[in-house]
């Protein structure tokens, strides 16, 4: 029983997954191990790898991190997590939701196999770009974002700077070096005026989609976060998208935050506020569902008259 306690505790501080060397290092036999599988306490994740069923976690965050550590234990002290998976790791924002897909890297000299739902790269990096993220080895955000964004379409890779911005994993400064390196890999040509465009004060990635949206209709925003001040100077507001001759605030409404209650108070006592001390203010929002049709962005903000 203890050793089965030691596996457990090992599997948990490890996202619910172990290896079968780990299980055997804390006591546990061969016959233990099949035990534990024919219950179905345990499941094989891959080979030599199993993931514990009652310490998985129900959210989709938790299924990540299983299923990263799962394909580590696989692969071996080489193998880190890398592009998309690394950046749902950093929580830069924009990607599509996870589907289940590992993206996991390994030295240039190893032999990729195969492992399912694994997908890998041999690509060269540096050992200061493969850094530790809970407990896990993923590569550094600057190099998440070199790789990534050879994969990736324009609005979700600049959906992932701005996010990288907005946190602090990058600093504007380091984009131009990051552009640079890429020279010569598959994709970068594609890719190089992209990074030009990312803005660290875009705080989600539906604003973003919209600034891009307006700019590619020849529209693009005044003003990002945009701060609003009484007659006593104090701050009332601060709005997502500004431009200046039309008046005109764009609020970005990613529709989730807004459910709550509490939200929907806080966010009309806010727009009150606005309302009274800049009559002239002009508000529109736009919500994921806008973006089927971006045109329609475009028209509407434009059918707003200069002041």
Not at 30 to 51: C, K, S, T
Not at 95 to 118: C, E, K, N
Request: hydrophobic fraction near 40%.
């Amino acid at each position: 029983m203890e050793a089965i306690r030691a596996a457990y505790r090992a599997a948990a501080a490890q996202y619910g997954v172990l290896s079968k060397a780990q299980a055997r290092g804390c006591g546990m036999a061969e016959p233990d191990i099949r035990r534990q599988l024919r219950r179905g306490a345990w499941v094989r994740a891959h080979q030599g790898v199993f993931r514990v069923r009652e310490l998985q976690g129900p959210t989709e965050r938790g299924r990540l991190l299983s299923a990263v550590m799962a394909a580590q234990l696989a692969l071996g002290p080489a193998g880190f997590a890398c592009a998309e998976t690394a950046a749902r790791l950093w929580g830069m924002q924009g990607l599509p939701a996870w589907d289940g897909t590992v993206h996991m890297a390994v030295p240039t000299q190893s032999t990729p196999y195969r492992i399912p739902g694994v997908r890998l790269q041999a690509w060269v990096t540096a050992p200061e770009e493969i850094v530790s993220r809970g407990g896990m080895r993923a590569s550094s955000p600057g190099r998440t974002l070199r790789d990534v964004l050879l994969r990736l379409d324009r609005y979700t890779a600049v959906c992932l700077l701005d996010s990288a911005l907005n946190q602090g994993l990058v600093r504007p400064g380091d984009l131009a070096g990051l552009s640079a390196a890429n020279r010569g890999r598959r994709g970068c040509r594609r890719s190089r005026p992209w990074w030009g465009l990312a803005d660290g004060r875009a705080q989600s990635p539906l604003e973003t989609r919209i600034r891009l949206v307006c700019a590619d209709g020849g529209l693009p925003p005044d003003d990002l976060q945009h701060r609003f001040h009484d007659d006593r100077g104090r701050l009332i507001a601060v709005g997502d998208l500004w431009w200046s001759e039309r008046r005109l605030l764009v609020e970005a409404d990613g529709r989730a935050p807004h459910e709550l209650p509490a939200s929907l108070l806080c966010d009309r006592r806010r727009q009150n506020a606005l309302e009274l001390a800049h009559p002239d203010v002009r508000i529109l929002r736009f919500t994921w569902d806008d973006l089927r049709i971006p045109r329609t962005i475009v028209d509407t903000v434009r059918a707003v008259p200069t002041v």
